[in-house]
């Protein structure tokens, strides 16, 4: 477990991290969510145990990572732009990091490699901003370290081989003990493998956990009336967090027991009603607004 105890780090004065305070279990993608500036990096690095927190603490498994080889042992951080000798190639690279990492396992480099058709042999320095993105995460993935710390992995990667990086993650959490934290700004590339998430905004944590289960008890409900004027109704009788209305198609984010909603809908007479699975964006955007947040805000 990772366990950041109110850390705060400045940089000339300026607050990047402001008093954060969570948990990233055991096992599982976690994500941290923010925009260019929100801290995100800044918090990787601290956890990574390269910048030092000016208060607070981070523990991985009960032990601090600063200055403790030991623990830096079980833990891989991937920058946003990583490292490589000037006329190296992925080959090479994964001698150095066997260096760094003992564990490290070359074969499934390899493996890998192929399964993202990657050339093992070629100069990194020939490759696209994806594939040396590709390129790093497979060592990283390979390093066999507990932990590891990624920094906008997903960016600058096309959507089949995202998918297929997904399927890495998954396929290593399954198979061992081990525990991803994401930086990204892009809710879309979170929603569909991260178990948490946090948001962060502006140094500070906004909020924390898995959003879905705290939504259990708001619901989408998509409504064809007859004619205009549902949504106002509706907010009479029910708590209403968000609705929007096209025409006579109505589509609302609703707080409550699913069978009241249902209720005062179908007194309204409409066409058609149904509940719709929510995306991660509007379980967002209902539990920040409760929290006095615009989470369009956060995120732009």
């Given at each position: 477990m990772i366990e950041i105890k109110n850390a705060v780090k400045?940089?000339?004065?300026?607050?990047?991290?402001?008093?954060?305070?969570?948990?990233?279990?055991?096992?599982?993608?976690?994500?941290?969510?923010?925009?260019?500036?929100?801290?995100?990096?800044?918090?990787?690095?601290?956890?990574?145990?390269?910048?030092?927190?000016?208060?607070?603490?981070?523990?991985?498994?009960?032990k601090s990572g600063y200055e403790n080889p030991e623990c830096k042992a079980e833990v891989c951080y991937l920058p946003d732009s990583p490292y490589y000798f000037p006329n190296a190639g992925l080959k090479e690279m994964a001698r150095f990091y066997e260096a760094q990492y003992p564990k490290l396992e070359y074969e499934s480099v390899r493996y890998m490699a192929d399964m993202l058709n990657l050339d093992v042999d070629l100069p990194l320095r020939t490759f696209s901003k994806g594939m040396k993105r590709q390129a790093f995460l497979i060592l990283a993935l390979c390093a066999g370290t507990k932990y590891l710390l990624c920094d906008e992995v997903f960016d600058g990667l096309d959507p089949v081989v995202t998918e297929a990086v997904k399927s890495l993650f998954r396929r290593e959490i399954k198979e061992r003990k081990f525990t991803v934290a994401v930086a990204s700004h892009k809710l879309q590339d979170l929603e569909d493998i991260c178990g948490s998430i946090a948001i962060l905004h502006k140094g500070?944590?906004?909020?924390?956990?898995?959003?879905?289960?705290?939504?259990?008890?708001?619901?989408?409900?998509?409504?064809?009336f007859r004619e205009t004027g549902a949504v106002e109704k509706l907010?009479?009788?029910?708590?209403?967090?968000?609705?929007?209305?096209d025409g006579y198609?109505?589509?609302?984010l609703v707080k409550g027991?699913?069978?009241?909603?249902?209720?005062?809908?179908?007194?309204?007479?409409?066409?058609?009603?149904?509940?719709?699975?929510?995306?991660?964006?509007?379980?967002?955007?209902?539990e920040m607004e409760e929290t006095g947040y615009d989470i369009r805000k956060v995120l732009q």
């Open positions: 400045y940089f000339e004065g300026n607050c990047a991290v402001n008093h954060v305070s969570l948990e990233i279990p055991e096992g599982i993608l976690f994500g941290l969510l923010g925009t260019n500036g929100a801290g995100k990096s800044t918090l990787l690095r601290m956890m990574a145990g390269i910048l030092k927190a000016d208060e607070g603490e981070i523990l991985f498994d009960g500070g944590l906004v909020r924390a956990g898995d959003m879905r289960k705290k939504a259990e008890n708001i619901w989408k409900i998509q409504c064809v907010k009479e009788k029910l708590e209403v967090l968000r609705g929007y209305q198609f109505v589509t609302l027991r699913l069978e009241e909603i249902q209720s005062e809908i179908w007194k309204l007479g409409p066409v058609f009603s149904g509940e719709m699975p929510m995306t991660l964006e509007e379980v967002f955007l209902a």
